[in-house]
């Protein structure tokens, strides 16, 4: 495994050009570093991506089946760490696992496939982040899948995803009134899923929403849980009042003055 990774690192350092027919006639070494790619071990598929990526081309159709088969490796290998409440090592997050986001991204960009769609969606990322925000421009086609993923999905952070990639989407909304009243009401069930964190990041992005929509869905929540008088060891509520507060504060400001040519 080491000496493929010496002749690598030298082909690169040549500078060949990618996926060249250097690495074309070296079928054993493109076959060892995609069976790594499999491995149970994260330092070994972290080792194998920094050499793929190194040599191979990025329009590739055979480098394209291998970067989201380990995204979506990935996901898994993640989303199991939650569930035991652990966390990746410090060499899995950056530049690791962004590299190979931004590069399945690129991939994406070109051919966006559901089934692309689907295992970017599932990643580890911020629901506010620059990563929702583009992906979420092709998101008309899965709505009904981010629904079911954001209501359904038994990982919180599942869910988390979906909430944030229908905001995302309705922020720059394109799609029929019946989409958009359907994205609305996923955000609304948000406020009251099972988890403390995901309601927290529905109201976080209700606010960041800058909608009135997203106000409406904040005063009512607030209203419900005041008229329940249920108990609040979190203090959801004053967390939900400081949303609904700043954002009616946004909504209030004045437009931007347009510019003058």
């Not at 590299?99 to 089934?115: F, I, Q, S």
């Not at 769609?117 to 899948?145: C, M, V």
Request: with cysteine; net charge neutral.
């Amino acid at each position: 495994m080491r000496m493929g990774t010496i002749t690598l690192f030298c082909a690169f350092c040549l500078g060949v050009p990618a996926q060249s027919q250097w690495l074309k006639d070296r079928p054993e070494v493109w076959w060892t570093l995609v069976a790594q790619t499999r491995s149970s071990i994260v330092e070994e598929r972290i080792a194998a991506f920094r050499e793929l990526s190194a040599v191979a081309d990025p329009g590739d159709a055979a480098y394209a089946e291998v970067l989201f088969e380990l995204r979506d490796r990935e996901n898994s290998y993640i989303e199991e760490l939650s569930y035991r409440q652990e966390a990746p090592g410090e060499a899995w997050g950056d530049p690791y696992y962004t590299g190979l986001t931004v590069a399945a991204m690129r991939v994406y960009d070109k051919n966006p496939t559901h089934e692309r769609f689907r295992i970017l969606a599932n990643g580890s990322y911020n629901p506010g982040s620059l990563l929702a925000d583009q992906l979420a421009k092709t998101a008309g086609p899965h709505l009904e899948w981010l629904a079911a993923m954001a209501t359904q999905h038994r990982n919180q952070y599942r869910r988390t995803n979906g909430l944030g990639l229908l905001a995302a989407w309705l922020r720059n909304e394109h799609g029929t009134p019946a989409q958009t009243a359907m994205a609305w009401r996923v955000l609304r069930a948000g406020l009251r899923d099972s988890s403390v964190e995901v309601q927290g990041a529905v109201s976080y992005l209700l606010e960041r929403s800058e909608r009135q929509e997203g106000l409406s869905l904040l005063e009512e929540d607030i209203a419900e849980r005041v008229k329940r008088k249920q108990p609040d060891p979190t203090d959801r509520l004053s967390s939900l009042k400081a949303a609904a507060a700043r954002l009616r504060a946004k909504l209030a400001e004045p437009p931007p003055a347009k510019k003058q040519f």
